[in-house]
């Protein structure tokens, strides 16, 4: 299944939390929410199956939340593993601090189970709004008071889980028309170079052309 999951959070710098997150299943068509970051992480470990895919629109923001939950629960990085053990997860970011995806390892039962989170805006980058007016969507962007004082245990109102809702579509609603479009890879660069290889006639032609540099 893949899944486009949303955090809501305060603008308060020294208040800076989850207090709303929409967890939308592209492929049921089916949006859900969940209150704070430890009900998302919660939800995630108990609904997350081998192969599902969840994406953050600026995994750049929503994944450094992710990641402190992670350090804070007895989470260890590792850094290029060839495999993840339970309790364990590694991150891909650019020396751009472009982030492209977070893998988390848990064990449920007695398998190993790879939670795979990705960086939709490096497929689509684009605002949400920009989504919904490029593709023509029938969900346009909302809005909702963004400096408003949300204290811990706050309940979020219909207006602003419809708000969370209409972003996690247009996302969801967004990728389905990439993927469509035969656009399956991670980044909008590296469907480039895949198209542009199939024009002219697939890898060995490719690297024929453009040999691997000798450094």
Known sequence: MNYVCDFETNNNEKDCRVWLTGIYCIDLNHFMWVKDLSDFMSWLFVNANKGDNFYFHNLGFDGDFIINWL?????????????????????????KNIFYTITICILRGKEKL????????????????????????????????????????????????????RDCIIVGESLKKAWELSLNKLTIGSNAIAKYRQIIGGKKKFRYKFPEPEY
């Open 114 to 165: 790879n939670i795979n989170i990705k960086n939709s805006l490096c497929l689509l980058p684009f605002s949400v709004k920009e989504l919904s007016k490029s593709f023509d969507l029938e969900e346009s962007k909302g809005e909702i008071e963004y400096n408003k004082h949300r204290p811990v245990g706050y309940e979020p109102t219909p207006e602003e889980i419809d708000y969370c809702r």
């Open 71 to 95: 350090l804070k629960h007895d989470f260890k990085h590792e850094e290029m593993p060839k495999y993840l053990d339970d309790h364990k997860f590694s991150t891909l970011i650019s020396n």
